[in-house]
């Protein structure tokens, strides 16, 4: 089963307006983490924004929220103002404990974001 | 300046054949990674090291061998090169396992 799970394999949004992406999570470790990168046509990868499981707030970066919903499991990021820079793949990831007892980081398939002007 | 630098960046070669890809940060951080994004863009962790000791082996090939001479570095060697060896390659760091990582730029392997 997939721990990560973004449903969305592409989404378009006006410039200037917001955006959110969508991500759920599946793990049985309490002390967990979830993360967000941005990977631009460019094809480096850009950490934006960290969410702990025990983190009483929304984690908050700039124009990036995270909007984490633990009782559903989710960790949707919003972007607000959206730019014609933000247009790229943004990956949602989990780190949890393995069996094994090291932190395990596990990857979404991606969601394409298209900006219009 | 660089904070997690890969070379090379391409890398073309035949069936068969051996490679490495070197990977060093400027960061001090302890932990460092190899994953593998294949054509579909699915980034997939393949190995970890902590403070040079492995700590994350993922059902990776044992053609794969990754080493680890000192904090700074974690390099990639692949023996007998296989078609579906191609894809994207990235190194990343982090200050210590489940933090947020630093990625390098990716290294891009073709086998002919």
């Known amino acids: 089963a997939q721990k990560i799970t973004q449903t969305q394999p592409g989404m378009f949004v006006q410039e200037k307006e917001a955006v959110t992406l969508d991500c759920t999570y599946d793990?049985?470790?309490?002390?967990?983490?979830l993360f967000w990168y941005k990977q631009p046509s460019s094809g480096e990868m850009i950490f934006l924004i960290y969410?702990?499981?025990?983190?009483?707030q929304n984690a908050t970066e700039g124009r990036y929220s995270l909007n984490f919903q633990k009782a559903r499991k989710s960790a949707n990021l919003v972007i607000s103002a959206s730019q014609l820079g933000d247009s790229a793949m943004y990956f949602c990831?989990?780190?949890?404990?393995?069996?094994?007892?090291?932190?395990?980081?596990?990857f979404g398939r991606g969601t394409s974001l298209i900006v219009h002007p | 300046d660089t904070a997690v630098s890969q070379t090379p960046k391409y890398l073309v070669t035949q069936m068969g054949n051996d490679k490495s890809i070197k990977c060093e940060q400027n960061?001090?951080?302890?932990?460092m990674y190899w994953y593998k994004q294949d054509s579909k863009k699915f980034l997939k962790i393949m190995f970890s090291?902590?403070?040079?000791?492995?700590?994350i082996n993922e059902t990776v090939p044992n053609r794969f061998s990754p080493k680890s001479p000192d904090k700074a570095h974690l390099n990639l060697h692949i023996n007998s090169l296989e078609l579906g060896d191609s894809a994207v390659y990235f190194c990343?760091?982090?200050?210590?396992?489940?933090?947020?990582?630093?990625f390098g730029d990716g290294t891009r392997l073709s086998i002919l």
């Open positions: 793990t049985s470790d309490p002390s967990y983490g």
């Open positions: 960061l001090g951080h302890d932990t």
């Open positions: 990343a760091s982090s200050q210590d396992p489940g933090q947020p990582q630093h």
């Open positions: 969410q702990g499981s025990y983190d009483q």
């Open positions: 990831a989990m780190r949890d404990l393995a069996s094994g007892g090291s932190y395990i980081p596990t």
């Open positions: 090291y902590n403070n040079k000791e492995l700590i």
